[in-house]
Protein backbone atom coordinates (compact mmCIF):
# COMPACT_ATOMS: atom_id res chain seq x y z
CA UNK A 1 0.00 0.00 0.00
CA UNK A 2 1.23 3.33 -0.86
CA UNK A 3 1.95 5.89 2.15
CA UNK A 4 -1.17 7.79 1.38
CA UNK A 5 -3.71 5.23 1.84
CA UNK A 6 -2.17 3.80 4.87
CA UNK A 7 -2.12 7.64 6.22
CA UNK A 8 -6.43 7.69 5.08
CA UNK A 9 -7.05 3.54 6.71
CA UNK A 10 -5.42 4.98 10.11
CA UNK A 11 -7.19 8.30 9.84
CA UNK A 12 -10.41 6.66 9.17
CA UNK A 13 -9.77 4.60 12.61
CA UNK A 14 -8.87 7.51 14.49
CA UNK A 15 -12.28 9.47 12.89
CA UNK A 16 -14.03 6.82 14.83
CA UNK A 17 -12.42 6.19 18.11
CA UNK A 18 -12.21 9.99 18.74
CA UNK A 19 -15.61 10.71 18.24
CA UNK A 20 -16.52 7.87 20.60
CA UNK A 21 -13.95 9.30 23.16
CA UNK A 22 -15.72 12.77 22.92
CA UNK A 23 -19.11 10.74 23.62
CA UNK A 24 -17.86 8.50 26.57
CA UNK A 25 -15.20 10.35 28.18
CA UNK A 26 -17.15 13.23 30.08
CA UNK A 27 -19.86 10.29 31.32
CA UNK A 28 -19.43 9.37 35.10
CA UNK A 29 -19.90 5.68 36.48
CA UNK A 30 -23.59 6.61 36.78
CA UNK A 31 -24.24 7.60 33.45
CA UNK A 32 -22.42 4.58 31.88
CA UNK A 33 -24.83 2.24 33.24
CA UNK A 34 -27.19 3.67 30.69
CA UNK A 35 -28.39 1.10 28.08
CA UNK A 36 -28.52 2.44 24.51
CA UNK A 37 -32.21 1.15 24.33
CA UNK A 38 -34.57 -0.91 26.30
CA UNK A 39 -33.11 -4.29 27.29
CA UNK A 40 -30.00 -3.31 25.84
CA UNK A 41 -26.26 -3.65 26.53
CA UNK A 42 -25.10 -0.74 28.66
CA UNK A 43 -22.31 2.26 27.81
CA UNK A 44 -20.42 0.32 30.01
CA UNK A 45 -20.39 -2.74 28.56
CA UNK A 46 -19.66 -1.87 25.31
CA UNK A 47 -16.87 -0.16 26.29
CA UNK A 48 -15.22 -3.26 28.06
CA UNK A 49 -16.57 -5.06 24.85
CA UNK A 50 -14.86 -2.03 22.73
CA UNK A 51 -11.57 -2.35 25.08
CA UNK A 52 -11.47 -6.29 24.96
CA UNK A 53 -11.57 -6.12 21.23
CA UNK A 54 -8.98 -3.60 20.52
CA UNK A 55 -6.83 -5.61 23.29
CA UNK A 56 -6.99 -8.69 20.96
CA UNK A 57 -5.99 -6.70 18.13
CA UNK A 58 -2.84 -6.67 20.05
CA UNK A 59 -1.47 -9.85 19.66
CA UNK A 60 -3.29 -10.49 16.39
CA UNK A 61 -1.60 -7.89 14.92
CA UNK A 62 2.22 -8.71 15.93
CA UNK A 63 2.56 -6.15 18.00
CA UNK A 64 2.64 -7.51 21.60
CA UNK A 65 0.95 -9.15 24.32
CA UNK A 66 -2.13 -8.49 25.56
CA UNK A 67 -2.65 -5.45 28.16
CA UNK A 68 -6.57 -6.80 29.66
CA UNK A 69 -7.36 -10.63 28.79
CA UNK A 70 -9.13 -10.57 31.99
CA UNK A 71 -11.75 -8.34 30.05
CA UNK A 72 -12.69 -11.42 27.29
CA UNK A 73 -14.62 -13.17 30.13
CA UNK A 74 -17.10 -10.82 30.62
CA UNK A 75 -16.92 -8.28 27.68
CA UNK A 76 -16.50 -10.67 24.85
CA UNK A 77 -17.54 -14.78 25.94
CA UNK A 78 -21.16 -13.79 27.95
CA UNK A 79 -23.71 -11.34 27.19
CA UNK A 80 -24.26 -7.89 29.64
CA UNK A 81 -25.12 -7.86 33.33
CA UNK A 82 -24.34 -11.59 33.48
CA UNK A 83 -21.22 -10.99 34.69
CA UNK A 84 -19.76 -8.32 37.63
CA UNK A 85 -17.96 -5.24 36.03
CA UNK A 86 -14.08 -6.11 36.89
CA UNK A 87 -12.87 -2.63 36.31
CA UNK A 88 -14.46 0.89 37.82
CA UNK A 89 -15.28 2.78 35.15
CA UNK A 90 -12.12 5.19 35.57
CA UNK A 91 -10.34 2.03 35.01
CA UNK A 92 -11.92 0.86 32.27
CA UNK A 93 -11.49 4.43 30.60
CA UNK A 94 -8.05 4.09 31.21
CA UNK A 95 -7.55 0.19 29.65
CA UNK A 96 -9.74 1.88 26.56
CA UNK A 97 -7.15 4.65 26.19
CA UNK A 98 -3.86 2.57 27.17
CA UNK A 99 -4.90 -0.13 24.52
CA UNK A 100 -5.90 2.68 21.46
CA UNK A 101 -2.78 4.36 22.06
CA UNK A 102 -0.62 1.17 22.27
CA UNK A 103 -1.98 0.20 18.86
CA UNK A 104 -2.14 3.25 16.85
CA UNK A 105 1.32 3.70 18.05
CA UNK A 106 2.37 0.18 16.24
CA UNK A 107 0.37 0.61 13.32
CA UNK A 108 1.69 4.07 12.46
CA UNK A 109 5.27 2.64 12.32
CA UNK A 110 4.28 -0.09 10.34
CA UNK A 111 5.48 -0.33 6.75
CA UNK A 112 3.62 -0.77 3.14
CA UNK A 113 4.66 -4.72 3.35
CA UNK A 114 4.10 -4.92 7.15
CA UNK A 115 0.01 -4.23 6.29
CA UNK A 116 -0.27 -6.77 3.71
CA UNK A 117 1.51 -9.82 6.29
CA UNK A 118 -0.71 -12.26 7.47
CA UNK A 119 -2.30 -11.85 10.59
CA UNK A 120 -1.42 -14.19 13.81
CA UNK A 121 -5.18 -16.19 14.13
CA UNK A 122 -4.23 -17.46 10.26
CA UNK A 123 -1.20 -20.25 9.17
CA UNK A 124 0.94 -20.01 6.77
CA UNK A 125 -0.31 -22.61 4.48
CA UNK A 126 -3.91 -20.69 4.30
CA UNK A 127 -2.48 -17.60 4.21
CA UNK A 128 -1.10 -18.62 1.31
CA UNK A 129 -3.58 -19.53 -0.26
CA UNK A 130 -5.79 -16.31 0.93
CA UNK A 131 -3.42 -13.38 0.91
CA UNK A 132 -6.40 -11.14 2.03
CA UNK A 133 -6.63 -12.51 5.38
CA UNK A 134 -3.62 -10.02 6.31
CA UNK A 135 -3.44 -7.06 9.06
CA UNK A 136 -5.39 -4.39 6.86
CA UNK A 137 -8.61 -6.99 6.58
CA UNK A 138 -8.20 -6.92 10.32
CA UNK A 139 -7.86 -3.34 10.66
CA UNK A 140 -10.60 -2.29 8.32
CA UNK A 141 -12.70 -4.96 10.00
CA UNK A 142 -12.33 -3.54 13.08
CA UNK A 143 -13.00 -0.13 12.31
CA UNK A 144 -16.27 -1.26 10.79
CA UNK A 145 -16.32 -2.73 14.23
CA UNK A 146 -15.98 -0.08 16.35
CA UNK A 147 -18.27 2.55 14.21
CA UNK A 148 -21.30 0.11 14.12
CA UNK A 149 -21.13 0.92 17.69
CA UNK A 150 -20.63 4.01 18.21
CA UNK A 151 -24.13 4.26 16.09
CA UNK A 152 -25.43 2.66 18.98
CA UNK A 153 -23.75 4.61 21.78
CA UNK A 154 -25.30 8.03 20.47
CA UNK A 155 -28.71 6.97 21.20
CA UNK A 156 -28.22 7.86 25.03
CA UNK A 157 -29.67 10.79 25.45
CA UNK B 1 -2.90 1.35 -3.87
CA UNK B 2 -2.03 -2.04 -4.79
CA UNK B 3 -4.58 -4.02 -6.18
CA UNK B 4 -5.06 -6.59 -3.18
CA UNK B 5 -5.56 -3.42 -0.70
CA UNK B 6 -8.16 -2.35 -3.36
CA UNK B 7 -9.76 -5.80 -3.08
CA UNK B 8 -10.04 -5.56 0.94
CA UNK B 9 -11.28 -1.78 0.92
CA UNK B 10 -14.46 -2.84 -1.49
CA UNK B 11 -14.47 -6.04 0.50
CA UNK B 12 -15.30 -4.60 3.52
CA UNK B 13 -17.93 -1.89 1.99
CA UNK B 14 -19.91 -4.92 0.31
CA UNK B 15 -19.81 -6.96 3.53
CA UNK B 16 -21.36 -3.98 5.86
CA UNK B 17 -23.75 -3.43 3.24
CA UNK B 18 -24.72 -7.11 2.64
CA UNK B 19 -25.14 -7.37 6.47
CA UNK B 20 -27.37 -4.58 6.21
CA UNK B 21 -29.16 -6.18 3.42
CA UNK B 22 -29.80 -9.60 5.22
CA UNK B 23 -31.35 -7.96 7.89
CA UNK B 24 -33.73 -4.97 5.98
CA UNK B 25 -34.37 -7.47 3.23
CA UNK B 26 -37.09 -9.44 4.55
CA UNK B 27 -38.88 -6.81 6.24
CA UNK B 28 -42.56 -5.39 4.94
CA UNK B 29 -43.49 -1.83 5.23
CA UNK B 30 -45.28 -2.42 8.59
CA UNK B 31 -42.36 -3.64 10.42
CA UNK B 32 -40.24 -0.51 8.18
CA UNK B 33 -42.09 1.78 10.39
CA UNK B 34 -40.41 0.14 13.55
CA UNK B 35 -38.30 2.79 15.38
CA UNK B 36 -34.52 2.27 16.38
CA UNK B 37 -35.30 3.28 19.78
CA UNK B 38 -38.11 5.01 21.69
CA UNK B 39 -38.18 9.13 19.87
CA UNK B 40 -35.08 7.55 17.22
CA UNK B 41 -35.40 7.09 13.58
CA UNK B 42 -37.18 4.66 11.88
CA UNK B 43 -35.60 2.26 9.78
CA UNK B 44 -37.48 3.33 6.90
CA UNK B 45 -35.91 6.61 7.03
CA UNK B 46 -32.93 5.04 7.92
CA UNK B 47 -32.91 3.44 4.98
CA UNK B 48 -34.00 6.58 2.86
CA UNK B 49 -31.24 8.03 4.49
CA UNK B 50 -28.27 5.70 3.74
CA UNK B 51 -30.14 5.79 0.12
CA UNK B 52 -29.67 9.09 -0.34
CA UNK B 53 -26.06 9.34 0.99
CA UNK B 54 -24.97 6.37 -1.24
CA UNK B 55 -26.50 8.39 -4.39
CA UNK B 56 -24.96 11.18 -3.45
CA UNK B 57 -21.45 8.84 -3.49
CA UNK B 58 -22.30 8.64 -7.33
CA UNK B 59 -21.13 12.23 -8.60
CA UNK B 60 -18.93 12.87 -5.70
CA UNK B 61 -16.65 9.54 -7.05
CA UNK B 62 -17.31 11.00 -10.85
CA UNK B 63 -19.37 8.04 -11.50
CA UNK B 64 -22.20 9.54 -12.76
CA UNK B 65 -25.13 11.50 -12.27
CA UNK B 66 -27.47 11.11 -9.37
CA UNK B 67 -30.03 8.54 -10.05
CA UNK B 68 -32.68 9.49 -6.47
CA UNK B 69 -31.63 13.07 -5.89
CA UNK B 70 -35.38 14.17 -4.23
CA UNK B 71 -34.89 11.90 -1.44
CA UNK B 72 -32.19 14.99 0.00
CA UNK B 73 -35.16 17.12 1.19
CA UNK B 74 -36.80 14.07 2.84
CA UNK B 75 -33.91 11.71 4.43
CA UNK B 76 -30.92 14.03 4.86
CA UNK B 77 -32.45 17.71 4.83
CA UNK B 78 -34.78 16.75 7.37
CA UNK B 79 -34.97 14.60 10.32
CA UNK B 80 -37.37 11.89 10.29
CA UNK B 81 -41.07 11.80 10.13
CA UNK B 82 -41.01 15.58 9.11
CA UNK B 83 -42.10 14.89 5.66
CA UNK B 84 -44.01 12.15 4.13
CA UNK B 85 -42.04 8.92 2.42
CA UNK B 86 -42.20 9.46 -1.31
CA UNK B 87 -41.73 5.98 -1.99
CA UNK B 88 -43.08 2.81 -0.86
CA UNK B 89 -41.02 0.36 1.33
CA UNK B 90 -40.67 -2.00 -2.36
CA UNK B 91 -39.86 1.16 -4.51
CA UNK B 92 -37.01 2.56 -1.46
CA UNK B 93 -35.34 -1.05 -1.55
CA UNK B 94 -35.08 -0.94 -5.57
CA UNK B 95 -33.62 2.37 -4.96
CA UNK B 96 -30.94 1.10 -2.65
CA UNK B 97 -30.06 -2.17 -4.23
CA UNK B 98 -29.86 0.17 -7.65
CA UNK B 99 -27.76 2.88 -6.29
CA UNK B 100 -25.54 0.03 -4.57
CA UNK B 101 -24.64 -2.04 -7.56
CA UNK B 102 -24.47 1.73 -9.76
CA UNK B 103 -21.73 2.76 -7.16
CA UNK B 104 -20.03 -0.72 -6.55
CA UNK B 105 -19.93 -1.48 -10.24
CA UNK B 106 -17.98 1.38 -10.86
CA UNK B 107 -15.63 1.36 -8.28
CA UNK B 108 -14.42 -2.19 -8.87
CA UNK B 109 -13.45 -0.67 -12.25
CA UNK B 110 -11.34 2.13 -10.56
CA UNK B 111 -7.46 1.64 -11.11
CA UNK B 112 -4.90 2.63 -8.45
CA UNK B 113 -4.60 5.65 -9.74
CA UNK B 114 -8.40 6.74 -9.48
CA UNK B 115 -8.64 5.82 -6.09
CA UNK B 116 -6.49 8.54 -5.45
CA UNK B 117 -7.74 11.37 -7.47
CA UNK B 118 -9.75 14.30 -5.98
CA UNK B 119 -12.99 13.80 -5.15
CA UNK B 120 -15.83 16.08 -6.68
CA UNK B 121 -16.36 18.36 -3.78
CA UNK B 122 -12.65 19.47 -3.40
CA UNK B 123 -10.68 22.07 -5.52
CA UNK B 124 -7.76 21.68 -7.83
CA UNK B 125 -5.75 23.56 -5.48
CA UNK B 126 -7.47 22.82 -2.28
CA UNK B 127 -6.29 19.50 -3.17
CA UNK B 128 -3.07 20.19 -4.44
CA UNK B 129 -2.35 21.18 -0.82
CA UNK B 130 -4.32 18.03 0.58
CA UNK B 131 -4.09 14.59 -1.35
CA UNK B 132 -5.96 13.28 1.25
CA UNK B 133 -9.23 14.66 -0.42
CA UNK B 134 -9.11 11.48 -2.63
CA UNK B 135 -11.87 9.12 -3.48
CA UNK B 136 -10.48 6.50 -1.12
CA UNK B 137 -11.05 8.75 2.00
CA UNK B 138 -14.74 9.16 0.74
CA UNK B 139 -15.34 5.48 0.40
CA UNK B 140 -13.81 4.51 3.47
CA UNK B 141 -15.68 7.58 5.29
CA UNK B 142 -18.94 6.09 3.59
CA UNK B 143 -17.67 2.65 4.86
CA UNK B 144 -17.59 3.85 8.41
CA UNK B 145 -21.33 5.68 8.35
CA UNK B 146 -23.10 2.87 6.87
CA UNK B 147 -21.12 0.73 9.43
CA UNK B 148 -22.62 3.10 12.16
CA UNK B 149 -26.39 3.04 11.39
CA UNK B 150 -26.14 -0.89 10.77
CA UNK B 151 -25.42 -0.86 14.53
CA UNK B 152 -28.69 0.84 15.12
CA UNK B 153 -30.73 -1.05 12.59
CA UNK B 154 -29.62 -4.66 14.65
CA UNK B 155 -31.39 -3.46 17.59
CA UNK B 156 -35.15 -3.86 16.22
CA UNK B 157 -36.44 -6.90 17.53
Redesign the interface.
Known sequence: ??E??I???I??WK??VSRLDQRLAPLDDEQLQKQ???D?NRLFYLLGHLTAVHDRMLPLLSIGQRLYPELDEVYIANPDRSLADPLSAADLKTAWGEVNTTLISAVEKFSADD??KKHAAVSEEDFAKE??R?R??VF??R???V??????VV?VK
Not at 147 to 152: K, L, P
Open positions: MDLSKLVASQVIAPRWLPTNLALSTNHSFHAGQL
